[in-house]
């Protein structure tokens, strides 16, 4: 069950830490890292927390949102940094104070001025062409970075950067007045090269571990204005110098069912549509499923479903989730990740996972 099995994680870790408080020794550990998955990267231990994770929790309260800031950025480093050669730390460099911008008078969030000159939002006087027919002074859609550091060792290999957009953001009109504004998708990667550019030549000039060859990947995301949906990254850089040379990410979310996935690729939605059918009537209570499909260069690349059902036993659970392992064979394309994560009230039942490139599905049952 979702809230049992959150509990108990819980007093894990509160016991783990327990026991680490008492040792009193971290200082004298060694750095190892975690065994993580073939493919994935692994974590130096003991994990260094960083401050900026405030920052993080204080501009995105969504954490799906936060979790899928930092795990589209592995992905993106896989091209650039192996999961074979280096293990990550967390905003080594980046900490709560350099980012700041509580007032924007201060830190990288913070709007350029003379008190602040590292500032990459827009100070107050300089205008900016939206995209959508105004142009205002003093946009600030910059409202986060994510960091990750690669090692090797004790050697930092390279960092992962992630610009965090939102598209909602304020500036000022011709009075000095502020305004709400919304800037269009192609503004705001003219603002993320100008900044980006700027942030590169920033961790070079202030930070003596980064030397001006170590490799910098510079990837931009734009928080969703869906209810549902997450946001989606836009434009990324990889430089190995002071300079940096952008280029654009076509990846969106899209939600099924719908017509803008059925145009996408029908042939999925027919499948979904059979999936969906095919839980009409297996219980006497009606069972609730949707998904959320990310396309990346106009190919789907990950399917994720949800189910929700209303299961007076455990019985009923069991069945209708071995039921719907079995039907994951409808989903006959293995070009993509596949999971369908099962619950009964909102408590988890069963997790249904099939990687990229595999025709096989694992199902962890959770009751």
């Known amino acids: 069950m979702k809230t049992k099995t959150i509990k108990l994680f819980s007093a894990a870790l509160a016991g783990a830490f327990l026991l680490s408080a008492c040792d009193g020794n971290d200082q004298n550990r060694q750095e190892t890292q975690t065994i993580a998955t ?12 960083s401050d900026a994770r405030q920052k993080h929790t204080s501009v995105t309260s969504d954490q799906g949102e936060r979790y899928n800031i930092t795990t589209g950025l592995m992905e993106l480093s896989e ?12 905003s080594q460099f980046l900490t709560y104070d350099v980012l700041d911008a509580s007032d924007y008078t201060t830190g990288l969030l913070g709007r350029a001025s003379d008190s602040n000159p590292d500032g990459l939002n827009q100070s107050r006087d300089e205008s900016f062409d939206t995209g959508n027919g105004e142009t205002v ?6 409202v986060d970075i994510y960091e990750l550091d690669w090692y090797s060792g004790s050697e930092l290999r390279g960092i992962s950067l992630a610009m965090v957009l939102s598209a909602e953001t304020t500036g000022f009109d011709e ?23 700027k942030l590169n030549s920033y961790l ?27 946001g989606n990254y836009i434009m990324q850089a990889y430089c190995t110098s002071s300079s940096a040379t952008f280029s654009d990410i076509n990846e969106e979310w899209v939600l099924l069912p719908s017509e803008d996935f ?7 939605a027919s499948q979904f549509t059979e999936l969906k059918n095919g839980l009409i009537g297996f219980t006497p209570d009606d069972v609730y499923i949707i998904g959320e499909a990310r396309f990346k260069d106009n190919a789907l690349v990950e399917l994720n479903i949800t189910v929700n059902l209303h299961a007076k036993t455990a019985a009923e659970a069991v069945a209708l989730s071995q039921y719907i392992s079995g039907q994951t064979s409808l989903f006959t394309s293995t070009n993509y990740e596949l999971t369908i994560d099962i619950s009964s009230d909102n408590d988890h039942v069963a997790v249904i996972r099939r990687s990229q490139g595999s025709s096989d599905a694992q199902t962890i049952m959770l009751i």
């Open 79 to 90: 091209s650039h940094f192996s999961t074979n050669d280096v293990a990550f730390k967390e």
């Open 204 to 230: 070079r000039e202030n930070f003596p571990e980064i030397s001006n060859d170590t490799p910098i990947l510079i990837a931009v995301y734009v928080l969703s204005e869906d209810a549902v949906l997450p």
């Open 38 to 49: 073939e493919g994935d990267y692994a974590a130096i231990l003991p994990f260094d927390t």
């Open 137 to 142: 002074n003093g946009v600030a859609p910059l």
């Open 175 to 197: 009075n000095g007045d502020s305004q709400s504004v919304t800037i269009s998708d192609e503004q705001l990667k003219v603002f993320a090269d100008a900044q980006g550019k």
């Open 262 to 268: 059925t145009k996408m690729d029908a042939d999925v």
